[in-house]
């Protein structure tokens, strides 16, 4: 249901706001029109409970001009500003947890009709390091959230564990590669599959964030994405799309296995939590999965 929200949300302010429209311009002037010729008929004032019923709207207009404005906001806010998106799933651990809500910016990439997501005034382009909400390449009703690693022209080597950038040579001038650093900040802070994870500070660009790395796993670059000319570990990015990862780097299904994300499929770039719940459920408790057991209040904030 939330990959078709927008086109809802679209199609019923549209709806209320014709009715809203033709109230104004048509159906109010009908029922002035009424009343006069009541007045008329009756040569004069009618009683003021008379006139209160030939002017009342009926009910079903009246609903509709009192959420169309309320609609018409919300469409506006959630099309062009801001829009809250939930966290799924660990691929981004530690930076989003399971259970943060995030606002998106809408208008970082370009002002996007809400149906078809076509730019309609371009504000912006994604930068290294920025952690974007995208419609997923390979089926587009899915909404996923990465970081952004590549841009256009880059090559992207991702080989033991290790990030290595060649940036896009410009009129002749090739920078140097980029050897992504990091620093090991803490040990077993995270488990996943019973493995402890190492927690690190990593340096992308002039963006500094934390990643998790399970030591215990090894890479396996026979199932990553196979772009023709190039070595399996590495990836060159193409004009107008970009390459992305998630934080939790052995645990995230990103471009190293699907390819790289359009422009077109952006959605906006995150950059605050504003609320974040916990699902701490005990194997007894009585309680669904999906209630949450406490909130994170020291998560609220903006996002790194």
């Known amino acids: 249901m939330a990959a078709y929200f927008s086109t809802v949300l679209v199609i019923v302010t549209l709806l209320t706001g014709i009715v809203w429209a033709l109230d104004r311009w048509v159906f109010r002037k009908q029922r002035q029109a009424k009343l006069r010729i009541a007045q008329d008929s009756a040569q004069g004032e009618l009683p003021e409970e008379v006139r209160d019923e030939i002017l009342k709207e009926p009910g079903w207009i009246e609903n509709c001009k009192s959420v169309f404005p309320v609609i018409l906001v919300v469409l ?29 910016e809408k208008f970082a990439y370009g002002l996007k009709d809400p149906i078809f997501n076509d730019t309609l005034i371009p504000t912006g382009k994604p930068k ?55 620093k090991l900040i803490a040990k077993g802070q995270f488990h996943e599959l019973g493995y402890p994870l190492n927690t690190y500070r990593e340096q992308l660009g ?4 934390l990643i998790l790395i399970n030591p215990y796993l090894r890479d396996n670059p026979s199932t990553y994405f196979q772009q023709s ?76």
């Open 229 to 304: 000319g190039t070595p399996s570990t590495e990836f060159i990015v193409p004009n107008g799309e970009y390459f992305v990862m998630g934080d939790n780097r052995d645990n995230s299904d990103d471009s190293r296995y699907w390819g790289f994300v359009p422009s077109h499929n952006l959605v906006g770039r995150a950059v605050a939590i504003w609320i974040s719940f916990e699902f701490n459920h005990s194997a007894n408790s009585w309680l669904p999965s999906w209630i949450p057991t406490g909130v994170r209040f020291n998560r609220i904030g903006a996002i790194h």
């Open 206 to 209: 002039k963006v500094s964030h």
């Open 128 to 182: 290294r390091g920025d952690i974007v909400v995208f419609k997923y390449p390979r089926n587009t009703k899915l909404d996923y959230i990465k970081r952004v690693v590549g841009l256009p022209g880059d090559t992207v080597i991702y080989k033991d564990k290790q990030l290595t950038i060649i940036p896009k040579c410009n009129q002749d001038k090739c920078p140097a590669p980029i050897k992504v650093t990091r």
């Open 76 to 104: 506006l806010l959630r099309s062009f500003l801001y829009e809250p998106f939930q966290i799924p799933s660990g691929s981004m651990k530690p930076t989003l947890l399971v259970g943060d809500f995030i606002l998106v």
